[in-house]
Structure formats: structure tokens, C-alpha cells
């Protein structure tokens, strides 16, 4: 079960806008949107989607050429995926889409930081901060609007602080899983 939770019932101020669903019909291209956490922020300049998604492969512009791939994750930079086949195995797929808050425009070359941290029952911090080395990517077939930031991770399920920092503006969501 995954949701994303209001902070209505938590003891800290709320810091923008909360489990935003995607409307029905609405498709990321390429990616998969079952069972996902999406939660919406605008941050400075801004738009921030953060979306909690099934693991998925990475593959490289090579890789998509030679296997004629139609589906799974695009390496377009930064740091080095962490594989579904991984160990431990990854059961997230934790990324940020970053739009333009004036234009809409899907951000190609964002400096993103993204890092999480568990709650307790009452709200508060319960452990350590994990830091998500953030690749840069997008859907395979889908283009450079497609770009999104962020990797496979392993989280258990909980509450969670999840911080995202776009080109020194940062972000605070909290999602339950
Ligand atoms: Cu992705």
C-alpha cells in the first residue's frame, strides 16, 4: 500500500502542496504509474513532482540502439544507477520530474539533490538521512520532456521526509509507504 499522506495530522507546519494525485487519465510517457505516490511542490521557480514508483531498469543510449528497447529508464547522466537486479533489490523507483513554475518546461540540466529520512508515529525524525545518488534520465521513446532526476532505491515501508534540492532551492515532502 502506497499513499502519499497529509500533514494535517502532523505536528509541523504544512510546507506546500500535498498528495496531489495525478488526474485520471494522465500519463507520464513511458513510465510506469501503478501504485505510485505522486505529491506536487512549487519550490522557488519551480514545479516539483515527486513520484514513488515500481523499480525499473536502466539502460544506456547503446543498449536502447542495439535491443530496439520501447521501455525502461534512459541513462542521460549523473550518478550510477542502482540495478532492479541489484543487492539488496530495489522495490522503489524514487524520482522528481522539475518544471519550469512560469513555463511548465520539463528541466533537462537541474542540479538535484535527493535524500530521505524516516518518521516516527508522531512526525519526527527516527533515523538516518539517506542520500539517493540522482541519475539523471528519461523514459526510453519518450524525449527530453521525459527527463526526470532521482534512482532505484530500498525503503521499507513507513513514513519518510523525503528533501529535494533543484539548483539550491530545496523542497520537503512527506510520503507513507
Ligand atoms: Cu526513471
Redesign the pocket.
Known sequence: MVVAISLGTLPFAPIGAWGMDMPPGMKMPG?NMQAGVTSTQVAGDYRIELHV?PP?PFYTTADVAARHLTQG?LITGGATPLEPTGTPPPNH?L?VHVFDGKSGQTLVDAKVALSFRPLDATGRPAGKTVVVPV?E?Q?IGSGSAST?Y?NNVVIGPGAYRVTVTVNGTAATFRIKL
Open positions: 513510465m514508483l525499473e529508464m523507483h524520482i541519475v534520465m523514459a526526470h532521482g
